[in-house]
């Protein structure tokens, strides 16, 4: 059995039995939110050196980490090609496909997930986010999408006018999150493809959970109906979407953090939520325990 990790930026995520924690706290205001290419790459190179040979689930913390997803991803460049591919599924309330000009950022990962030769698709499960709705289309990488390697799976969003301009495939919506899950799992039946499956909280209803980002309409079940049903496909996971208080020393990444309105933390509920958030994490994974 393989032993999970724990990316340490933030102090968020509790202590788990038999896990290996790797501290990263060094590393929390280079690369939360955003950085710069160089930094990234800067961090991928420590990342490689210090994560074990092989390991099950990643928690990587605060959802502001959730571009630390595509540098997991690439590790399996090792084991899979063009001509073998994977599946990237994500649970996630925003797209994580926007344009970012400065680097890369926790909402602009996806677009570079979708354009690796061994990732045949990318799917977005439980966007509730007005990051896809007509105002905001171009704020979204438009490549990963008209070439049909992305799909949003979204809720409560108006995404008709995507038909107008040929993207029907790619901008899929539901009445319901049971409608959503029960159509996605049922196309998923007769894949035989990997899956790497990456789960940012924030997809959760706040009846569920309270994360950092403004948040979606699944329920708990829908994530572990979805693990049951794809578990013998699963190659590796990571869980993000952890509750964390963050004041950026950097002037840029306070205005943009400002820009994307992320809700205030009550520093009296940070400790009881963060437990709830403890006992989430436990039963997703004691879900995708192999």
Same mark, same amino acid.
């Given at each position: 059995?393989?032993?999970?990790?724990?990316?340490?930026?933030?102090?968020?995520?509790?202590?788990?039995?038999?896990?290996?924690?790797?501290?990263?706290? /060094?590393?929390?205001?280079? $690369?939360?939110?955003?950085?710069?290419?160089?930094? !990234?790459?800067?961090?991928?190179?420590?990342?490689?050196?210090?994560?074990?040979?092989?390991?099950?689930?990643?928690?990587?913390?605060?959802?502001?980490?959730?571009?630390?997803?595509?540098?997991?991803?690439?590790?399996?460049?090792?084991?899979?090609?063009?001509?073998?591919?994977?599946?990237?599924? $994500?649970? =996630?309330?925003?797209? #994580?496909?926007?344009?970012?000009? !400065?680097?890369?950022?926790?909402?602009?990962?996806?677009?570079?997930?979708?354009?690796?030769?061994?990732?045949?698709?990318? +799917?977005?499960?439980?966007?509730?986010?007005? =990051?896809?709705?007509?105002?905001?289309?171009?704020?979204?990488?438009?490549?990963?999408?008209?070439?049909?390697?992305?799909?949003?799976?979204?809720?409560?969003?108006?995404?008709?006018?995507?038909?107008?301009?040929?993207?029907?495939?790619?901008?899929?919506? !539901? #009445?319901?999150? =049971?409608?959503? $899950?029960?159509?996605?799992?049922?196309?998923?039946?007769?894949?035989?493809?990997?899956?790497?499956?990456? $789960? #940012?909280? #924030?997809?959760?209803?706040?009846?569920?959970? +309270?994360?950092?980002?403004?948040?979606?309409?699944? /329920?708990?079940?829908? &994530?572990?109906?979805?693990? *049951?049903?794809? @578990?013998?496909?699963?190659?590796?996971? =990571?869980? *993000?979407?952890?509750?964390?208080?963050?004041?950026? @020393?950097?002037?840029?990444?306070? &205005? &943009?953090?400002?820009?994307?309105?992320?809700?205030?933390?009550?520093?009296?509920?940070?400790?009881?939520?963060? /437990?709830?958030?403890? /006992?989430?994490?436990?039963?997703?994974?004691?879900?995708?325990? *192999?």
């Amino acid at each position: 059995m393989t032993s999970l990790v724990i990316l340490n930026f933030d102090q968020s995520v509790g202590e788990i039995d038999n896990a290996k924690t790797i501290d990263f706290t /060094q590393w929390q205001d280079v $690369i939360r939110f955003g950085c710069s290419t160089k930094k !990234f790459q800067n961090f991928k190179k420590v990342l490689q050196q210090s994560l074990p040979e092989s390991y099950g689930t990643v928690l990587m913390g605060s959802g502001d980490y959730h571009h630390i997803s595509l540098l997991l991803i690439e590790q399996l460049a090792k084991q899979y090609t063009e001509e073998n591919p994977i599946e990237v599924v $994500i649970f =996630d309330n925003h797209p #994580d496909n926007m344009r970012y000009l !400065f680097g890369i950022h926790c909402g602009s990962w996806v677009s570079y997930v979708a354009s690796l030769p061994f990732v045949s698709h990318v +799917h977005v499960l439980g966007i509730t986010s007005h =990051d896809i709705g007509l105002w905001h289309f171009w704020e979204n990488r438009w490549s990963p999408l008209f070439h049909k390697k992305l799909t949003y799976w979204s809720i409560d969003v108006n995404v008709s006018w995507a038909k107008k301009i040929g993207l029907s495939h790619a901008f899929r919506y !539901f #009445d319901s999150p =049971d409608d959503l $899950i029960t159509q996605f799992l049922s196309e998923q039946y007769r894949n035989t493809k990997p899956i790497y499956l990456s $789960i #940012d909280k #924030d997809a959760l209803s706040e009846e569920v959970i +309270h994360t950092n980002w403004d948040q979606g309409k699944l /329920q708990t079940y829908h &994530l572990l109906d979805t693990i *049951t049903s794809i @578990k013998p496909r699963i190659i590796g996971s =990571d869980i *993000t979407g952890e509750l964390s208080i963050w004041q950026p @020393k950097n002037w840029f990444k306070r &205005l &943009l953090s400002s820009l994307d309105k992320q809700p205030e933390i009550s520093l009296e509920k940070l400790n009881d939520w963060q /437990q709830e958030q403890h /006992q989430l994490n436990l039963t997703l994974l004691k879900a995708l325990k *192999t």
